[in-house]
């Protein structure tokens, strides 16, 4: 067991960084984890994945990193766009730290709070995690949306996923190479990091808005997201769904008996057209819904099925 006794004392710090798109923010990126990291004093180690930036985001890590040649760094360029939880799981194959911290690339975690929370892992804590108490620079909607989310996700989940946390955090190796273990293809970090358990901790921080460029999250990919995470550590939909249709019989089988009952006291009366037709256009929705929430989670069996590789590496090199 992994006891604060037996923390090393300078410990190799990973800062890992999946970007799509940044060449606006990397500079600045690079230059204020080299202040913060630095000012720590500790080793430490920069991995960078490409996921498939379309613009010259490579082309400025380059030229940042021979600026700076004597930065240890990974970077590794992935095939195409995969997504940043594959770009994510990339970055920490590749990364050789004690403790590991995945950052975005826009500056919206900031690095000041490694040194904290280092401090909690010297003291025994596995997993350093950080709660967003506030975001700037986002709109209302996107704000209401992540709240009800998380909340939704928190009512959901059978593993208890903390609300309003990101993948920044910190991790000890341990961590990693847990969290390396799960095969899934359907990657839903937030919710790994709470399914490898360890002993956690939280710290809160004010979300900054992004440093220049722009957020690559449109609503269709957050609900993808959102999708992921629910049919990843919930069979609640589906248990909803089996549900409903054992009371709607029920309820069916009640009526029906009234109807019966009914017919032989009072005699035959017409049938009401609007509620038939209401009854058929409800149940055929009801019936579509559980369709396609039939399909939601089949789908991704069969991505699991197919056990595709979670990215491709274009080009790899280290300094
Ligand atoms: N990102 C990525 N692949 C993607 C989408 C995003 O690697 O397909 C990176 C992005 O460059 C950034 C981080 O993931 O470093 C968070 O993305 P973003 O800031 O767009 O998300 P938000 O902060 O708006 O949730
Ligand atoms: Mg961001």
Known sequence: MNTAAARPPRPLISAVVPFLNEA??????????????GALGLPWELVLV?????????????????QRPQ??????SLSRNFGKEAALTAG???????????????????????GA?????????????????????????????AFGFYRLMGRLSSTAIPADTGDFRLMDRCVVEALLQLPERSRFMKGLFAWVGFRQSAIS?????????????????????ALDGITSFSRVPLQVLSGSGVAIAFLALLYGGWMVLRTLVFGIDLPGYASLMT?????????????????????????????????LVRERWEQ
């Open 24 to 37: 606006a923010t990397l500079p600045v990126l690079f230059a204020e984890l080299e202040q913060q990291l």
């Open 92 to 114: 920490l194959q590749a990364s050789r730290g004690d403790v590991v911290v995945p950052l975005d690339a826009d500056l919206q975690d900031p690095p000041e709070l490694i």
């Open 205 to 225: 921080y004010d979300r900054d808005a992004r440093q220049g460029g722009k957020s690559n999250w449109n609503y269709w990919k957050l609900w993808n997201f």
């Open 71 to 76: 930065l240890k760094a990974t970077v590794l």
């Open 50 to 66: 490409d996921d498939g930036s379309r613009d010259e985001s490579l082309e400025v890590v380059r030229s940042q990193l021979e």
């Open 117 to 145: 929370m280092l401090e909690q892992w010297r003291q025994g804590f596995d997993v350093v995690y950080a709660v967003r108490r506030r975001r700037a620079g986002e709109s209302n909607t996107k704000r209401l949306t």
């Open 279 to 311: 009854a058929v256009l409800f149940l055929g929705g009801v019936q579509l819904i559980g369709l396609g929430m039939l399909g939601e989670y089949l789908g991704r069996v069969f991505e699991e099925v197919k056990a595709r590789p979670l990215y």
